[in-house]
């Protein structure tokens, strides 16, 4: 079956980093467009970034585009998000995404606590 195991997180000081990665296994990694989404306390969950199946293109949403870098390794089955410069705001627990037809896959995500 499809799993997507994150990690990576933890507690960081305002304009630190953080490198996240995800592991898939169950899927033909390389075939798929992987995502990476955001939960914060009472918020509702949003997409982060995106790198299509080979990484030749990525989308980011406005409030991390320059701070975050989304990439993959096809080779280890895996991506990975570069956050630099974290917010305060960026805190929220951090998931990864796949479709799999004929559903959405999450990982059980991975705690980021940005400390002001």
């Known amino acids: 079956q499809v799993q997507l195991v994150e990690s990576g997180g933890g507690l960081v000081q305002a304009g630190g980093s953080l490198r996240l990665s995800c592991a898939a296994s169950g899927i033909l990694f390389s075939f798929y467009t992987m995502g990476w989404y955001r939960q914060a306390p009472g918020k509702q969950r949003e997409l982060v970034a995106q790198i299509t199946n080979s990484g030749g293109s990525t989308n980011y949403v406005d409030s991390v585009k320059g701070r975050f870098t989304i990439s993959r390794d096809n080779a280890k089955n895996t991506v990975y998000l570069q956050m630099n410069s974290l917010k305060h705001e960026d805190t929220a627990i951090y998931y990864c995404?796949?479709?799999?037809?004929?559903?959405?896959?999450w990982g059980q995500g991975t705690q980021v606590t940005v400390s002001s």
């Open positions: 995404n796949v479709f799999h037809t004929p559903n959405f896959y």
